[in-house]
């Protein structure tokens, strides 16, 4: 069964200032997706970012990109110039190409200092 | 839809009774899914619809909880003889199959048991 793992339950970073969170996953499929998720206090979820496994390059989203690291296992998420509307869960996910199941990691609070 | 509706948005009950959440998915979206959050914790998959069919019920924490779908469309999560510990946000999502496409939330619906 496929597990994702974000190890890092909260994190701070200084407002302009970059950080990186974390995810690994374990799987033994070749095909699948990636995501980003964030949540903020209203408990909407919205997608971040995504990755498709069969794409090797990294997936950008403005300030938001990925390390993407298939023999690893790892898909990173580096936000850049954080802002004070950042601050929220975010959320890593693996969707199965195979069969469409998502599972989520356990997510990491982000707090961003004014 | 314009987006995934779920009902009611909050249900506090008591223990011992039952509760149905209902989630109205986007039209057109042939999968959805169901995800427990506990307060500050990550999502818990509990179950996931290809269709009207259930391919995957592991995440089902015990055999008080059941979901239905009928037309590829709404779903409902009954929980019976509500314990305390089913006191959480249940959120669904709903998702284009075989697409590399996110899934999209609702609101959610929080359950309290007291």
């Known amino acids: 069964a496929q597990t994702v793992t974000q190890s890092q339950p909260e994190m701070s970073v200084q407002e302009a200032e970059t950080v990186t969170l974390s995810c690994t996953y374990d799987t033994s499929e070749s095909d699948y997706y990636l995501f980003w998720y964030k949540q903020p206090p209203s408990r909407q979820m919205i997608l971040v970012i995504r990755q498709e496994a069969y794409k090797q390059q990294n997936a950008t989203e403005n300030r938001f990109s990925v390390n993407f690291q298939k023999a690893a296992k790892s898909f990173s998420l580096k936000i850049s110039d954080s802002q004070l509307g950042d601050a929220a869960m975010y959320f890593c996910a693996y969707r199965s190409a195979r069969n469409d199941k998502i599972i989520f990691g356990k997510g990491t609070r982000l707090h961003i200092l004014p | 839809g314009a987006g995934v509706s779920q009902s009611p948005s909050n249900k506090v009950t008591e223990k011992g009774k039952d509760v149905e959440l209902r989630c109205d998915p986007i039209?057109?979206?042939?999968?959805l899914y169901w995800y427990r959050q506990r307060l500050g914790q990550g999502l818990e998959f509990l179950i996931y619809?290809?269709?009207?069919?259930?391919?995957?019920k592991s995440g089902l924490p015990s055999d008080r909880f059941s979901a239905e779908r009928t037309g590829e469309s709404v779903s409902t999560l009954t929980i019976q003889r509500t314990q305390q510990e089913d006191s959480a946000v249940y959120l669904c999502?709903?998702?284009?199959?075989?697409?590399?496409?996110?899934?999209?939330f609702g609101q959610g619906t929080r359950l309290t048991v007291v």
């Open positions: 619809f290809q269709g009207n069919s259930a391919p995957d």
């Open positions: 039209s057109g979206h042939t999968a």
């Open positions: 999502a709903s998702s284009l199959y075989r697409e590399n496409t996110e899934a999209f």
